[in-house]
């Protein structure tokens, strides 16, 4: 069963917590981390880049010259994509880049993640990170303790005091537990949870 280490908010030790291994210790599963980002990035697109191509744009509707006999190249419209202010060919239109990923991938997925961070020691549990009111420097200073970098805070209830707390420091992310994905889990460097994430997490997906 892995542990991990557990510190208070002012960067001390606290001792050591067990992880379940289901969640934390599953068998790191490349592949599914690999289609579950890809997915993610692509599900970030809006794909509403276009053009207009020479149906599109007004004009054109005369035809420059005469077909032969003038010396020049044929040519049947002023808004062909050879000519300034003509259409574009072959360019972008709107589209849907949206992927589908199966639900056990998903979760294969982000188990893999969990367990990468805490094989790699990137995973921290914090006690007592109750904010009363905002403050960075206070975060910051938390943040030196520990000697996180780009970290990702993962808080569960409501953690506004804490997400206005971290917003404003170089690098770091808040999330919700609701909201965790692999993606996010994967490009932080340093992973800081609480308690009552890791027993939401074992709630939820050590069954």
């Known amino acids: 069963m892995p542990t991990i280490k557990v510190v208070d908010f002012s960067g001390q030790s606290a001792g050591e917590m067990e992880l379940s291994e289901v969640v934390f210790g599953a068998p790191i599963h490349v592949a599914a981390m690999h289609q579950v980002v890809v997915a993610h990035l692509a599900n970030c697109r809006q794909g509403t880049h276009a053009v207009k191509t020479r149906g599109d744009v007004s004009g054109g509707g005369k035809k420059p010259w005469r077909q032969k006999h003038t010396g020049r190249a044929r040519q049947g419209s002023t808004r062909s994509p050879l000519w300034v202010h003509g259409g574009v060919a072959h360019g972008p239109k709107m589209r849907d880049y949206s992927q ?6 998903r979760r294969l997925a982000l188990l893999s993640a969990l367990s990468v ?7 921290l549990v914090v006690r007592g990170m109750e904010m009363e009111a905002p403050s960075t420097k206070t975060m910051k200073g938390f943040m030196d303790a520990i000697g996180a970098e780009k970290a990702l805070v993962i808080y569960s209830g409501n953690g506004e005091n804490v997400a206005r707390s971290v917003r404003n420091i170089p690098g770091a992310r808040y999330l919700n ?4 994905n692999v993606y996010d889990l994967l490009n932080s460097r340093t992973l800081v949870v609480t308690p009552e994430v890791v027993a939401r997490l074992e709630e939820v997906y050590a069954r």
């Open 117 to 123: 961070k805490v094989r790699d020691a990137q995973m």
């Open 177 to 180: 537990v609701a909201s965790i």
């Open 100 to 105: 589908k990923v199966n639900k056990k991938v």
